[in-house]
């Protein structure tokens, strides 16, 4: 079964509005990563955050970690219409040379110019 | 810098007629290296991974075989496709020392 599950599963904002997306877990985990992906296009690492780590910025992404509540979220601040992508989270829960991801349906983000 | 690629970008195919996708990487040895599945709508589906030449893990069963002849080239097979086939196929590789995956640009298989 899936690992991660995103929410909501579509978002739609007007140009210049931050935007929340959500990322829930169900076991432990070494890290939580976060990808785009543009329509009919690859999937592009965004940002990754460890398990002892609670929040990471970058550029105007911010992500949060609580591992007890086996929850990540996503924030883009002033969006752009270029941010109209899907986001997928995607759980590292390690295991001897597997190095498997596991990855969420995605939430789509529709920014509106 | 690392690349990777695939091809073809796109494939139309008629039920029962063989497969074969090819991805390779560049700028990187020994990589892991992985084949997705993507349903319209929906996430990534682990199809298999490799971690070696000849070494392949496949995640679920299915009409799908995946090889790996050479250290940077990862190909997807199926002897006869099934309607249920269809989908985005994404190939991804991971370096040794670090966890984030770089995906390729993706091969859109409808079969009809």
């Known amino acids: 079964s899936q690992q991660g599950e995103e929410d909501p599963q579509a978002l739609s904002i007007q140009e210049g509005e931050n935007a929340t997306m959500n990322c829930s877990y169900k076991?432990?985990?070494?890290?939580l990563q976060w990808y785009r992906q543009n329509s009919g296009r690859g999937l592009v690492h965004l940002i990754l955050?460890?398990?002892?780590?609670r929040e990471k910025h970058s550029g105007r992404l911010r992500v949060t970690l609580d591992t007890s509540k086996k929850s990540s979220s996503l924030l883009i601040t002033a969006s752009r219409a270029a941010d109209t992508a899907s986001y997928f989270c995607?759980?590292?829960?390690?295991?001897?040379?597997?190095?498997?991801?596991?990855f969420g349906k995605g939430t789509k983000l529709s920014v509106i110019p | 810098s690392q690349t990777i690629h695939q091809w073809p970008a796109t494939l139309v195919q008629p039920v029962g007629s063989p497969l074969s996708l090819e991805c390779t990487v560049e700028?990187?040895?020994?990589?892991?290296l992985y084949w997705y599945r993507q349903a319209a709508g929906r996430g990534l589906q682990l199809l298999f991974y490799?971690?070696?030449?000849?070494?392949i893990s496949s995640e679920v069963p299915q009409n799908l075989s995946a090889s790996r002849p050479q250290d940077r080239q990862f190909i997807l097979s199926s002897k006869k496709l099934l309607l249920s086939d269809s989908g985005f196929y994404l190939c991804?590789?991971?370096?040794?020392?670090?966890?984030?995956?770089?995906f390729g640009p993706g091969t859109r298989l409808t079969v009809t």
């Open positions: 995607a759980t590292d829960a390690g295991g001897a040379g597997s190095y498997q991801l596991t």
């Open positions: 700028g990187t040895s020994n990589p892991n």
């Open positions: 955050i460890r398990s002892n780590e």
């Open positions: 076991t432990s985990i070494n890290n």
């Open positions: 490799s971690v070696g030449i000849g070494q």
């Open positions: 991804a590789w991971r370096g040794r020392r670090v966890n984030e995956q770089y």
